[in-house]
C-alpha cells in the first residue's frame, strides 16, 4: 500500500501513449486527487510492486533444462497396431543446471490397458512430472521434448482443464493433476526439439535410458 499523503508514479505518458522524457516520475499529493484517481493511483501502485516482485523472485531462481522422451517396447511395435494395447513403456529425463546434470528413467505397466496414443501421451507426462518432482526449489525450466502436443499442453491446455476440473484432459487426468501441482512453484518455458533430434545430446541420452532400461527388463 503506498504512502497515505503521497503517491510515486513511474513511467508517465504523454497523451500520444508514449513515454514523456522530461518527467518519468512525478509526486503527487493526496490532496490533489479524487477519489477515483486515489484508486488508479493505489492500483498501479499495487501493480508495480508486484511486477518487482516477480522481477526480484526470477532473479533467484535457478535456470534448469529438462529434457524429456520416452519409447514403448520394440517387441510390441513390431508386433502390434496403433489400435491394440501395449503392455508396457519406458522415459528418460536429462536436467542441467550449469555445469551441474541429473537424470532418471523408469518403467510403466500399461495398467489402465490405453491404446498407444494416450499410453504414449502418459510416458511423456510422466517423464515432465519425475523431473520437475526432483526439483526442491522454485526454479525457472525449459521443457525439451519432440513431442509438440504435449508442450502445447503444459504451457496452455492444463490451465484450461484446471478451470473445468481436469474432465477434458482425457485418460491421463491422474499424472495431468499431477504435473500441474509439480508445476506449480516453478515457471515453465517450453523448447520444441525439431527433426534431426538423434543430434541432440540430451535428447539421445534420454532415449538411451529408455532403452536401457527395456534391455534391463527384457
Known sequence: MPHPTLWRLPHLHDAKGQPNPTDSAQSVHAGDLDQEDQKRCNTLAVNWMS????????????????????TVTSES????????????GFWGYVLRCDSHS???????KNCL????????????ILAVVKGLERLKFPCEVLLRSCDEHLLEDVSSSRFVWREQGWE???AN???????DEAAEKHTIDTQLVQQGWNSDPDMKRCDDLAYELEVLVS
Request: charged share 30%; aromatic share 4%.
Open 77 to 88: 511395435l513390431c508386433t502390434l497396431r496403433a489400435s491394440q494395447i501395449w503392455r508396457e
Open 102 to 108: 541429473g537424470e532418471g528413467s523408469g518403467r510403466t
Open 168 to 170: 477434458k484432459s482425457g
Open 113 to 124: 490397458r490405453l491404446r498407444l496414443k494416450p499410453f504414449l501421451e502418459r510416458l511423456e
Open 51 to 70: 511486477l518487482i516482485g516477480i522481477r526480484r523472485l526470477k532473479e533467484k531462481m535457478m535456470n534448469v533444462t529438462l529434457t524429456t522422451s520416452s
Open 173 to 179: 487426468a491422474d499424472l495431468w493433476q499431477r504435473l
